[in-house]
């Protein structure tokens, strides 16, 4: 080999090598920049670390499942789901019935959950046939059909529940006996799935049992995605026109998608009120596919790819975050509220860098390629 040839081959190496260091640091840019943010935060904040593992951990068990529903629709295509909200709005209704029942304990969070499956194969399909008529428009067409139906929510809860379907409860309604109430106590199922088995260790305690059932449900997302409907469901998000080619019903898939998606964030926000014990009858729901979107783009997922681990990751530094933030803004400038117009900054603030870091990334992808 000459030694023209031998330089060409050193350069064409150094740029390949160069080229996966700046695809490796710039794939991971949000992680690391919300890692420095957390470490940064918790120097200023001078928080103890039990105390930050502990809040962690709870945080954790309340809203892992949450943003695991958002990783099939991810691969399938869809984008970031969040439609989500659906699902926290039958798990809801099925929460409201429950303690209207005066149904608690384990049995009545089994039977909310129970409850719920069937309010979010009917939500979830009905998402997936209107996000069909919408390809190409899916995170903002599933963002408004949230909107459209907390309406028809409020409407069922302040309207339709006493005033047309009959519902003598005064625990949970209002006086007048028409509408249910703005809180209404889940104390029947607090801790339902938290109390039964838990490690406590001073201020730190971790509900061992919630997190086993979080860890199912990772394990039965990644199975399914290495079955035959897993392939198809990839299939399709990898291309729709190919996969149609190949015999693939996409639409079909598509709905399969939305509605085991809807069907995990029911699952998840019943895992997270339980833990909280209360339930903002018109409110618990909002923010949930927000804060379950920048969860998942903050561990580094995308539009087009997002796995278990970084769901686990970008909940981990977005509650970390969350929980530092007050406490730093109390030390630096003796206003706690500066941490929580960071929160609101952080939530709303990361879905638009990430999305506007990966249209970066694809340009410079299609530009190495080019380039080669």
Known sequence: M????TDNVSKSTGKQVSWQIKKAVTGNIVPI???LLCLVGAVIAEASPIFLLSSVIIRLARN????FSLIIPVVTGLGLNFGIVLGAMA?????VAVTHWDIGGLGGFALAALLSVPLSIVFG???GKVLNKAKGNEM????????FANGLYQLLFLFVLGGIIPMVNETIMLPSGIGVKNTVSLKGIKYALDDVLKI???TLTIPVFTFIVIALFAFVIKFLLQTKLGQELRCVGQDMNIAATSGIDVDRMRIIAVILSTVLAAWGQLIHLQNIGILQTYGSHEQVGLFAVASILIGGASVTKATIGQAVLGTFLFHLLFIISPMAGQNLVGEPQVGEYFRAFVAYGVIGVSLGLHAWQKQQAKKHMLEE
């Open 2 to 5: 000459s030694l023209a040839n």
């Open 200 to 202: 406590g260790y001073e």
């Open 140 to 147: 903002i067409t599933s963002m408004m059909l949230g909107f």
């Open 125 to 127: 399909w009905l998402t």
């Open 33 to 35: 920049v919300f890692t």
């Open 91 to 95: 798990a809801q209704i099925a929460l």
């Open 64 to 67: 892992l499942l949450l943003v």
